[in-house]
Nanobody
Framework: QVQLVESGGGLVQPGGSLRLSCVASGFTFSRFVMTWYRQALGKERELVAR???????MYADSVKGRFTISRDNAKNTAYLQMNNLKPEDTAVYYC?????????WGQGTQVTVSL
């Protein structure tokens, strides 16, 4: 059974940090491109960060220099380290795994940045 399970979300003050985790099961994790997306209330889902099988990464301009995506293939886990969080980072964060025609999503984890 394919699963992506996100965790690590929560309420944090502006300037704070959170680390999201995405644990995968039921497929060969190392083959997949892993991406974090987010969706704020009333807005479209947007790409936050992506990590390829080679380890190369890409980021949305809005998070460059603040967020870091990584992966541990031995643990079947992708991470998103989020530093210097801003209120505009408030959203549900989703983990996505893609390999050719295979496309899997997690259930999402809420991140709220507020005083």
């Amino acid at each position: 059974q394919v699963q992506l399970v996100e965790s690590g979300g929560g309420l944090v003050q502006p300037g704070g940090s959170l680390r999201l985790s995405c644990v995968a099961s039921g497929f060969t994790f190392s083959r997949f491109v892993m991406t974090w997306y987010r969706q704020a209330l009333g807005k479209e889902r947007e790409l936050v960060a992506r990590i390829f099988r080679t380890g190369s990464t890409m980021y949305a301009d809005s998070v460059k220099g603040r967020f870091t995506i990584s992966r541990d293939n031995a643990k079947n886990t992708a991470y998103l380290q989020m530093n210097n969080l801003k209120p505009e980072d408030t959203a549900v964060y989703y983990c996505n795994a893609v390999f050719v025609s295979y496309d899997y999503w997690g259930q999402g984890t809420q991140v709220t940045v507020s005083l």
